[in-house]
């Protein structure tokens, strides 16, 4: 019996272990995401804004470009976010499709 317990402990420290070096494999994947979604919300952004601002100069109106490609650049971003949170398999609320409540 004691041996049992013994091998039983054995078995699960080696699991805990294995399951800290996949939590922290999952945490830099999921830096990774964040990354990513924080950059494209930005860069949409910031095009939006640069894109405004040159045609603000060319024809000579000057918050009127600026503010629909504002709008523009944020909506695109949003967008660009919700088309890569949902190739990840992801629904509404962020829980994996396959995912089934007990």
């Known amino acids: 019996m004691k041996k049992k ?6 078995k699960l420290e080696t699991l805990k272990l294995s ?8 945490s830099f994947k999921d830096l990774g995401i964040f990354l990513k979604s924080g950059v494209e919300l930005i860069s949409a952004i910031i095009v939006g804004v640069v894109i405004g601002i040159i045609l603000d100069n ?9 503010i629909i490609f504002l709008i523009l ?4 971003g949003i967008f660009n976010v919700f088309r ?3 190739r990840l ?13 007990h």
Request: charged fraction near 35%; charge should be positive.
């Open 5 to 10: 317990l013994k091998d039983f402990g054995k």
């Open 19 to 26: 399951n800290k070096k996949i939590k922290k494999k999952n």
């Open 58 to 66: 060319y024809f000579q109106t000057k918050p009127i470009f600026l």
């Open 73 to 76: 650049g944020f909506a695109s």
């Open 84 to 86: 890569s949170v949902k």
């Open 89 to 101: 398999g992801f629904e509404v609320g962020f829980k994996k499709k396959n995912d089934k409540l």
